[in-house]
């Protein structure tokens, strides 16, 4: 296994459809100034399966928040599908993040008073990617690849929380992003149901999806090629996964 240090590498062959250089945030708290991030240098190529993990405050969750225009950077540079990101204004950023980047909560975030299938369709609507017609007969086939269709007119709150996570991830799927962003995707999820999450995630990622992904959980880290490791707000190292077993690839990994 690759071991790199204080940087993000140069991404998978073929360019970057991620790219933050020097990305510093800087929050204002009653204590002071907080750096969450502290010169970041971080790319990603197509078709990645990048899993972003550190304690509690390194800064994983505000990485992503970077990557989908969520945060913006105190300084650096944030380039995600050719758009730099960093210099969008609200509106602006809000078509682009619909059309670019899909994400996934820990927490599902699914509107609780629209029906499965009109919380997959709601992306659509913002996103004004596919015609009137063609967004209902659209979301019923994300359910059906995310194994939901026999649950689409039913309310959130009749799913279980894997079931929650699945819809969320046809709901990210909704306007066919090149890019999926999850946040402790699995967090609320039992190890069977995590598992089977990520088994969709395999899956899309053989079907040409990027995958960034934030987790506390090593087992599951170990499942993406590539690993990164945060610490204080900067990439301590990575680790590519090649060949060797996870195992040995997550033997030092923070938890």
């Known amino acids: 296994m ?12 073929g360019g970057e459809l991620i790219a933050l250089r020097g ?4 929050f204002q708290t009653t204590a ?33 928040n970077m990557v989908a225009g969520i945060d913006h950077p105190t300084s650096g540079e944030v380039v995600v599908a050719g758009t730099a990101v960093h210099r969008l204004g609200e509106g602006p ?13 820990q927490f599902f975030q699914l509107l609780p008073t629209l029906t499965v299938v009109e919380n997959v369709m709601l992306p659509m609507d913002f996103g004004d990617r596919w015609p009137m017609r063609e967004r209902a007969p659209r979301a019923l ?13 039913k309310l959130p709150s009749a799913l279980s929380g894997g079931e929650q996570q699945r819809a969320a991830i046809a709901r990210a799927l909704a306007n066919d992003p090149p890019i999926i962003l999850a946040d402790e995707p699995t967090g609320n999820l039992d190890s069977a149901t995590a598992d089977a999450v990520f088994d969709l995630f395999e899956t899309l990622v ?14 599951l880290a170990a ?15 990575q680790r590519y996964r090649d060949d060797e077993p996870a195992a ?8």
């Open 2 to 13: 690759r071991i790199q240090t204080n940087g993000a590498g140069d991404g998978a062959p």
């Open 23 to 26: 990305v510093v945030k800087a």
């Open 32 to 64: 002071g100034e907080f750096l969450a991030l502290r010169g970041i240098d971080f790319i990603v190529g197509p078709g990645e399966f990048v899993a972003v993990i550190g304690k509690s405050g390194s800064g994983k969750s505000t990485l992503i």
């Open 93 to 105: 950023l809000a078509t682009w993040r619909g059309q670019a980047v899909g994400i996934v909560f």
């Open 141 to 153: 086939a994300l359910l059906e690849r995310v194994g939901l269709l026999q649950h689409a007119d």
């Open 206 to 219: 053989e079907g040409g999806k990027t995958i960034v992904f934030v987790t506390h959980d090593g087992d």
């Open 223 to 237: 499942r993406a090629s590539r690993i990164i490791v945060l610490a204080d707000g900067r990439i301590k190292e």
């Open 248 to 255: 040995v690839a997550m033997s030092s990994v923070p938890r």
